[in-house]
Nanobody, 123 residues
Framework: QVQLLESGGGSVQAGGSLRLSCAAS????????MGWFRQAPGKEREGVARIDSVGITTYADSVKGRFTISKDDAKNTLYLQMIGLKPEDTAMYYC?????????????????WGQGTQVTVSS
């Protein structure tokens, strides 16, 4: 079982930066696929970024070049560094953990979710 707790959200102006953190419990954290998702009011949840157990990262096209996902296995913490924020980035951001489907290969299913942290970007 993995428990996740996000922090670092807030309100910023367009062009600003934030760094989200996700503290994970459990010593099996290191083998999981870890992802950041977001959901804006009235919209479906979307994947933002993902990092697998060996550090390979993928990003949604909408955030490439602006967001960076990383993790510190020693601290059991996942991060999302966000720069160049836009009003359309406004959403509740969630971190999630999922079992790899083969080796370090990530699938689309995430078993564990945090409570979320709100990011609001004003124009």
């Amino acid at each position: 079982q993995v428990q996740l707790l996000e922090s670092g959200g807030g309100s910023v102006q367009a062009g600003g930066s934030l760094r989200l953190s996700c503290a994970a419990s459990g010593n099996t954290y290191r083998r999981y696929c870890m992802g950041w998702f977001r959901q804006a009011p009235g919209k479906e949840r979307e994947g933002v970024a993902r990092i697998d157990s060996v550090g390979i990262t993928t990003y949604a096209d909408s955030v490439k070049g602006r967001f960076t996902i990383s993790k510190d296995d020693a601290k059991n913490t996942l991060y999302l560094q966000m720069i160049g924020l836009k009003p359309e980035d406004t959403a509740m951001y969630y971190c999630a953990a999922g079992e790899p489907i083969l080796g370090s290969l990530c699938g689309s299913k995430y078993n564990y979710w945090g409570q979320g942290t709100q990011v609001t970007v004003s124009s």
